[in-house]
Nanobody, 127 residues
Framework: HVQLVESGRGSVQAGGSLRLSCAAS????????MGWFRQAPGKEREVVAY???????????SEKGRFTISQDISQDNAKKTLYLLMNSLKPEDTAMYYC??????????????????WGQGTQVTVS
């Protein structure tokens, strides 16, 4: 089992920056990758970015060049912290942002159904 707790919610003006954090504990090594998703009111939850155990990354097209995903892993793999640095924020980035851990130990994908563990979400508002 993996526990995920996001932090870093905030309201910023367009063009500003914000960094989200996600503290992961438990059997984090069971997930080959972890990612950030977001869901705006009335819209589907969509992938923002993910990072694999080997630190390979993926970004959705609208986030490329603006967002950076990174991770810190404790030496014993017991704890992992996932980050999402968001620059040049736009009003359309307003959403609830979720941290998630993938169900596979050997591959990653962008489908939300493939992510088994989820955080409670943290609100980002850009005006």
């Amino acid at each position: 089992h993996v526990q995920l707790v996001e932090s870093g919610r905030g309201s910023v003006q367009a063009g500003g920056s914000l960094r989200l954090s996600c503290a992961a504990s438990g059997n984090t090594y069971s997930s080959y990758c972890m990612g950030w998703f977001r869901q705006a009111p009335g819209k589907e939850r969509e992938v923002v970015a993910y990072i694999t155990r080997r630190s390979s990354t993926y970004y959705a097209d609208s986030e490329k060049g603006r967002f950076t995903i990174s991770q810190d892993i404790s030496q014993d793999n017991a704890k992992k912290t996932l980050y999402l640095l968001m620059n040049s924020l736009k009003p359309e980035d307003t959403a609830m942002y979720y941290c998630a851990a993938h169900r596979s130990t050997v591959l990653c994908s962008t489908a939300k159904a493939d992510f088994r563990y989820w955080g409670q979400g943290t609100q980002v508002t850009v005006s």
